[in-house]
């Protein structure tokens, strides 16, 4: 199965900026991690992705054909995950299910059997006749996964799946998706690289509506490897590298000194710099700070 987003564009009447700009990627089964800021396009692209919004140009094809052509049969096999909000609390689980199976036009018997496996598969199965608006951050984003997944999609797209749960749920709900990735394609939005790290095929940064990088988690780490600096100095130094250079993380230290981490083209020699370990998240710094003089 192959997914292929070919040369798409976007400029909204209203801004006239261009949220995507000729963008283009070929998607396998797998999770990918879609990273950008706000604004970098991401919503933009998962709604052409999923019908809500017409592209100005390009197309997106699934093994070959176009899937505007393809209309309710890629319906049919799309699954989509939109961020919470407003979330039909006076609805019990099962009721929100039956009604999101009842849009997606699934047969009676079908939607039955789906619904009580959907939920034992996002751990809800006996909180099925639970109201919404009773449910914990974690719970709620499970049964919206759960709606997601209601007709076996063989493409799934996943807007910030994460936001607003504590750690225990955030690492649940990551290794949950990646249990059920490996016959689908899956598209994760995030600006929480630790959310893809562990769990993705391919990270896609994604900035200014254009494909910025991408590649295995291990790629993206090998090409950044020589950018990141660690620097012991005086308290009283800090404000001179914050001026100069982007600071990824400080820490002060038993002998009163402090360690910085900076994230620069050039090893800061002045301050002693070495070289340090780079992360995914002092990338997603690097790739996505403001004044980076581009
Ligand atoms: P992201 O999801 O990465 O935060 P978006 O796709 O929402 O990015 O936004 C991309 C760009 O398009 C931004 O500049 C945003 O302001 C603009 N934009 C998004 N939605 C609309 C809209 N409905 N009308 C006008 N501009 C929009």
């Not at 006076?90 to 059997?113: C, N, S």
């Not at 449910?135 to 076996?152: P, T, V």
Request: charged share 25%.
């Amino acid at each position: 199965m192959e997914l292929t987003i070919n040369n798409v564009s976007k400029t909204y009447k209203k801004g006239g900026r261009k949220a995507l700009d000729s963008f283009s990627l070929n998607l396998t089964p797998g999770v990918y991690g879609l990273l950008g800021p706000n604004g970098a396009g991401k919503s933009t692209l998962m709604n052409i992705i999923t019908d809500n919004l017409k592209a100005d140009g390009g197309s997106i094809t699934l093994n070959g054909t176009d899937i505007l052509t393809m209309g309710k049969n890629f319906r049919d096999i799309l699954g989509y995950m939109p961020q919470q909000q407003g979330l039909y609390e006076d609805f019990t689980a099962k009721r929100f299910l039956w009604y999101f199976a009842a849009l997606r036009g699934l047969p009676k018997e079908r939607a039955k059997e789906r619904i009580e496996y959907v939920l034992d598969l996002v751990n809800l199965k006996d909180d099925g006749n639970k109201k919404l608006g009773s449910f914990s951050g974690g719970m709620k984003q499970r049964i919206l996964i759960a709606q997601a997944l209601l007709n076996d999609p063989k493409v799934l797209i996943l807007d910030e799946p994460t936001a607003g749960l504590d750690p225990k749920e955030r690492v649940r709900i990551r290794n949950f998706i990646s249990e059920i990735s490996l016959d689908k394609v899956v598209i994760l939005a995030t600006h929480v690289v630790s959310d893809v790290e562990y769990i993705a095929k391919e990270l896609i940064f994604i900035k200014e509506g254009r494909l910025l990088l991408q590649g295995t988690p291990a790629e993206v780490m090998e090409q950044y490897s020589d950018k990141v600096w660690q620097l012991h100095v005086k308290p009283e130094s800090l404000s001179e590298i914050q001026q100069n250079y982007l600071v990824s993380n400080i820490v002060g230290e038993k002998s009163g000194e402090i360690c910085v981490k900076v994230v620069s083209d050039i090893c800061p020699a002045e301050f002693r710099g070495v070289s340090a370990p780079t992360t995914l998240e002092d990338i997603y710094l690097y790739l996505f700070h403001e004044n980076k003089g581009e």
